[in-house]
């Protein structure tokens, strides 16, 4: 029950993504649903810069700490982040224009890009101080916008990346509206610029070490799309966005109930509740792992029946047997690794990560573009494979000896249930 709702919002917001990328792959040329799915992967990478520099901070300042919200960091993590979202509109705007998205649909896509990161920081605010309605309810509001919109598109003669655009950020808009009277709200309006300052603390002691890890975990799990983007164009990225669309629901699962536990993690291990950290991170990877069997059998019955209901046929059944497999393999690795990652991050340990996904990064890029260059395209996905199941490889020890460490200092006997 708790995974059911933690999990509602982001599945509604991405069944309805997914409902949106079926749609314009049948009305886009190759090239523009390449342009398309590569821009959700830079809004998706401008995400998790976010997280890296504002909402994971404020996490472990939240959490951790129990400050509450006119506290220094709080007010100086919000402060910075707002101010830091017209220059990232203004490159997300530039980015779209040298992709060939024409410059209305650059716009629109920049206005979005902004709203996006608005919006994840507010979930992030409500999340982290326990009153995840809010959180719900934008998450609803921005996927019955887009759902609704989407069935709308689904009746026009023709559909453009500007109209995809524009339904993304009205969407956006209806996911701020249950922000719009809140109390983080009031923070926002007592703002001042010296609430700056406060930001210095925690980009040395934290942040900085985030943004490397979240960088460095973008070249393993993601280098594929900007390597084969630049040598092959936007066309020769199209099939890899569109076989990545039968991993959906587990890359949901994944996103949805880490982000809900490691706000949970926080706060247990706050309390020296170690028990229960090691009681969710066990069900978390159970849950993931089983989400993940599904998954794969669904996708193989499409694929064996009735490709043509999502593929169009635009891409040859050799391409999309290899990509969707190979896929199943990066995500068998991420759903593996994911509740490892969520402990670490709770308990602080930005550096930590940041080590272990440079690492895995190396192998990532290395074989993507060894692939890419002697099999093609759809083959550097096995690239991201290896890092990934790297990576995998190196967190679960990574987490395995920072429950131990937790254990020995509460004075409490490491057993195999805190190893799992």
């Not at 009205?170 to 509206?177: D, T």
């Amino acid at each position: 029950m708790r995974y059911a709702g933690a999990a509602v919002g982001p599945i509604g917001v991405a069944g309805s993504q997914f409902l949106l990328s079926l749609l314009l792959l049948r009305q886009l040329d190759i090239a523009d649903f390449g342009r398309f799915a590569f821009l959700l992967v830079i809004s998706q990478f401008s995400i998790s810069l976010w997280s890296a520099l504002f909402t994971a901070p404020l996490l472990i300042a939240v959490g951790q700490k129990g400050a509450d919200d006119d506290a220094a960091a709080p007010r100086a993590l919000l402060c910075v982040s707002s101010l830091a979202l017209l220059p990232v509109a203004l490159a997300f705007v530039s980015l779209a224009w040298m992709l060939g998205a024409g410059m209305a649909a650059a716009c629109v896509f920049g206005l979005w890009g902004g709203l996006a990161l608005l919006r994840h920081f507010a979930r992030a605010w409500y999340l982290v101080h326990r009153a995840p309605a809010r959180t719900i309810a934008s998450d609803v509001g921005y996927a019955l916008a887009l759902l609704l919109g989407a069935l709308m598109m689904s009746g026009a003669a023709r559909t453009s990346l500007a109209d995809a655009a524009l339904l993304l950020l009205v969407s956006a808009g209806f996911g701020l509206l249950p922000f719009a009277r809140s109390k983080a709200l009031t923070t926002v309006r007592a703002m001042r610029l010296s609430d700056m300052t406060g930001y210095q603390q925690i980009w040395r002691r934290d942040a900085r070490w985030s943004l490397l890890g979240v960088v460095t975990t973008e070249a393993t799990v993601n280098s594929q799309s900007y390597i084969v983007t630049a040598l092959s164009g936007a066309g020769g990225f199209a099939p890899i966005a569109a076989t990545a669309l039968l991993i959906r629901p587990v890359t949901v699962a994944i996103n949805a109930l880490t982000e809900f536990e490691r706000a949970r993690f926080v706060h247990d291990l706050a309390s020296g509740s170690l028990m229960l950290v090691a009681r969710g991170r066990a069900q978390l990877r159970w849950a993931l792992l089983g989400i993940w069997g599904v998954t794969l059998v669904s996708a193989l019955a499409l694929l064996a029946l009735a490709p043509a209901l999502v593929f169009h046929g635009k891409f040859a059944d050799t391409i999309l047997w290899t990509g969707v497999l190979l896929w199943f393999v990066v995500v068998l690795a991420r759903a593996f690794h994911a509740c490892d990652g969520a402990v670490l991050l709770a308990s602080g340990r930005f550096r930590k990560l940041a080590q272990l996904s440079s690492m895995s990064a190396i192998v990532s890029v290395m074989a993507v573009v060894a692939l890419q260059m002697l099999l093609g395209p759809v083959w550097s996905i096995g690239g991201i494979a290896l890092g990934e199941s790297l990576y995998a490889l190196l967190l679960f020890r990574a987490a395995r000896t920072e429950m131990r460490n937790r254990a020995k200092e509460q004075g409490c006997i490491f057993d195999s249930s805190m190893a799992r």
